[in-house]
């Protein structure tokens, strides 16, 4: 194998298939480090540098934890940026509700796909729908 890190990051699995490997009276040998699971110090070597790749793996998953919560109290989300701004979807909400263009047409004067603009009219009648039914519930009170 090129690298150890490559057969697995969970020291538990390194060893079940280095189990199985010696059961079949194989031995792994890696080509980019000096590990050669045949001799005692070989294996010794193997099962340190995969409790290493397995204490990486699992301080590279903290680190991303700690960083997405920091963007997320600083206001920040993660995905991509949405191709049109709130001024642009509002204009095309009244756009096309009021007959001037249709959805296709929208998309094409925003250079959007034709669901990008499907998408944001669902969203703005299920908001419409949400606003309706919660003044109604309101004034039966």
Known sequence: MWKL????????D????????AKAK???RSLSE????TSPAGRMMMQML?????????????????????????????GRRPK???QQQVEIIKMVSKGRKTAADAA???NVHPATI??????????SRRQTRARLAKNAK
């Open 118 to 127: 499907s998408r944001l009219l669902a969203h703005a009648n299920a908001a």
């Open 5 to 12: 890190d490559r057969l697995s990051r969970s020291l538990r």
């Open 34 to 37: 000096a590990i050669d699971t």
């Open 84 to 86: 049109l701004r709130p």
């Open 50 to 78: 995969g409790a290493f790749a397995e204490f990486e793996r699992a301080m590279l998953r903290e680190r991303t934890k700690a960083g997405l919560d920091n963007a997320r109290r600083q206001g920040r989300i993660g």
């Open 14 to 21: 390194v060893l079940t298939i280095m189990e199985h490997i």
């Open 108 to 110: 094409r004067l925003f």
């Open 26 to 28: 194989a031995g792994f």
